[in-house]
C-alpha cells in the first residue's frame, strides 16, 4: 500500500474543518467548540501532510478555515505545502449554534474582493490559487469588468492562478463562459473548482475541454456531500449503495475511498479534494490513493448518475448542523 496509483492528487477542503456547522448527514457527537475546532483542525492538517497531502483548500467563508490553514502552515513552515482560498462569500453564523438564516452570504462586488483580498494575501507565499467562490451568472462576476481587472492585477503582481468554483445545475454553462473570458486580449481564469461525482456527472464533457486547455481541474464534493452513504433517506439511491458496497468489499476500503477513486479514474481532474471532518475519516479518504477501479466499474458507476436539476434540488434541502 505504498505507491499511489494516479497523476490525481488528494487535497483537503477546510469546509468541514473551520466552523461548527455544515451540510451534514450527521455530525452528532462533535464538540463544536471552537478550541475543540482548531485543535481537530491542526491534527487532521498534520495528519494529512504525514500522509502526503499538499494542497489544501480554504474560503474566508470557512469560518475559522484560512486563520486555522494560515497559522498551521506558519507555526509548520514546509516548503512544499500548496494552498488555494476564495472570495465572495462572508461567514456570518459567528459561530452561533443552530444558526437560522444563511451562514455565509454571497457578495461578488469589487469592494468584497478587495475587503477579503486583503486578509487572503497574508497566505502568500503559499498561496497559488485564488479563485471566485461559486461564479454564477446572477451575481454578475463574470461580466464584471473592475473585478475582472482586478484579479488580472492579482495575478500579474503575485503569479496566483485565478479561478472560479461552481455549483449548481448550471455548472457546464458558467464553466464555458468563464473560459472565454479576456480582458484586452489577456484570459483571466486559469483553475476550475467544480463538483463532479458518481450521481452529478453533467460537468463531463466541458471538463475534458477545460483540461485540454492545460487549465487546473480541482473537483470538490466526491461524496455527494455525504450522499453516497447508505441511508434510509434516499431510497432511491439503493442501486448505487449495492454497487458501492460491493467494490468496498472488494479493494477492503470504505465507500468514500471508493467514490474519490471514482473521480480519480473517471476524470483525473489535478486534485479531487477530501472534506474530511475528522482524522478517521481523512485516512479512510486517504486509501483511495492505492488502488484503481477497472473499466467495467467504472462504467456501472456511471450508470448511476441523475438528473443534474435534481441532484442540486436535493442538496439546496441537505442541513447544515
Ligand atoms: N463552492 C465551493 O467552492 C465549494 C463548495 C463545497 C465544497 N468545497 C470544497 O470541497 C471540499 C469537499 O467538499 P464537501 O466536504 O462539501 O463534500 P464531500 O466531499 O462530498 O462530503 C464530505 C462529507 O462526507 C462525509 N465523509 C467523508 N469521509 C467520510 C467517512 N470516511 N465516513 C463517513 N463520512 C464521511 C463527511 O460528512 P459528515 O460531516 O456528515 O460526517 C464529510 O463532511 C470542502 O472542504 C471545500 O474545501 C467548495
Same mark, same amino acid.
Given at each position: ?6 497523476? *490525481? ?6 469546509? /468541514? ?9 450527521? &455530525? $452528532? ?9 482548531? *485543535?481537530?483542525?491542526?491534527?487532521? =492538517? ?28 506558519? &507555526? ?8 488555494? #482560498?476564495?472570495?465572495?462569500? @462572508? ?10 438564516? /444563511? ?10 474582493? #478587495? !475587503? ?9 507565499? %503559499?498561496? !497559488? ?6 461564479? @454564477?451568472?446572477? $451575481?454578475?462576476? +463574470? ?8 484579479? =488580472? !492585477?492579482?495575478?500579474? #503582481? ?44 453533467? @460537468? ?27 441511508? !434510509? ?5 439503493? $442501486?448505487?449503495? /449495492? ?29 479531487? =479534494? $477530501?472534506?474530511? %471532518? ?7 479518504? +486517504? ?11 467504472? %462504467?456501472? =458507476? &456511471? ?12 442538496? &439546496? ?5
Amino acid at each position: 500500500m505504498t505507491e499511489k496509483k494516479s497523476k *490525481t492528487e488528494i487535497g483537503l477542503g477546510m469546509a /468541514a474543518l473551520g466552523r461548527p456547522e455544515y451540510i451534514n448527514i450527521d &455530525s $452528532s457527537g462533535r464538540d463544536k467548540s471552537e478550541v475543540a475546532f482548531r *485543535t481537530n483542525a491542526f491534527k487532521v =492538517l498534520d495528519d494529512a501532510y504525514e500522509k502526503g497531502v499538499r494542497y489544501f483548500d480554504t474560503a474566508p467563508s470557512y469560518g475559522k478555515g484560512e486563520a486555522f490553514l494560515k497559522d498551521w502552515n506558519d &507555526s509548520r513552515n514546509y516548503t512544499d505545502v500548496v494552498l488555494g #482560498t476564495k472570495w465572495g462569500y @462572508t461567514y456570518v453564523a459567528d459561530w452561533q449554534l443552530g444558526y437560522e438564516g /444563511a451562514h455565509e452570504v454571497k457578495e461578488h462586488s469589487l469592494a468584497k474582493l #478587495t !475587503e477579503q483580498w486583503e486578509v487572503s494575501q497574508y497566505l502568500l507565499p %503559499a498561496l !497559488e490559487y485564488y479563485q471566485v467562490h461559486s461564479a @454564477t451568472f446572477e $451575481s454578475g462576476v +463574470l461580466q464584471n469588468k473592475p473585478v475582472l481587472e482586478k484579479l =488580472l !492585477e492579482i495575478k500579474r #503582481t503575485t503569479g496566483l492562478k485565478i479561478g472560479i468554483s461552481t455549483s449548481g445545475s448550471n455548472q457546464n454553462e458558467v464553466i464555458e463562459n468563464a473560459l472565454q473570458i479576456r480582458i484586452n486580449g489577456e484570459v483571466v481564469f486559469d483553475s476550475f473548482q467544480v463538483t463532479f461525482n458518481m450521481l452529478e456527472q453533467a @460537468t463531463l464533457s466541458v471538463l475534458q475541454d477545460v483540461k485540454a486547455q492545460g487549465k487546473k481541474l480541482i473537483i470538490k464534493e466526491a461524496m455527494a456531500n455525504g450522499r453516497v452513504f447508505e441511508n !434510509e433517506k434516499y431510497p432511491h439511491y439503493q $442501486s448505487l449503495y /449495492a454497487k458501492l458496497q460491493s467494490l468496498a468489499e472488494r479493494y477492503e476500503v470504505g465507500v468514500d475511498a471508493i467514490a474519490l477513486r471514482y473521480v480519480m479514474d473517471a476524470l483525473q481532474p489535478d486534485f479531487v =479534494l $477530501s472534506g474530511a %471532518a475528522d482524522i478517521k475519516q481523512l485516512e479512510q479518504n +486517504l486509501k483511495a490513493n492505492y488502488f484503481t477501479l477497472s473499466e467495467d466499474e467504472l %462504467a456501472q =458507476l &456511471s450508470k448511476e448518475k441523475v438528473d443534474s436539476r435534481k441532484y442540486w434540488e436535493e442538496r &439546496s434541502k441537505l442541513s447544515w448542523d
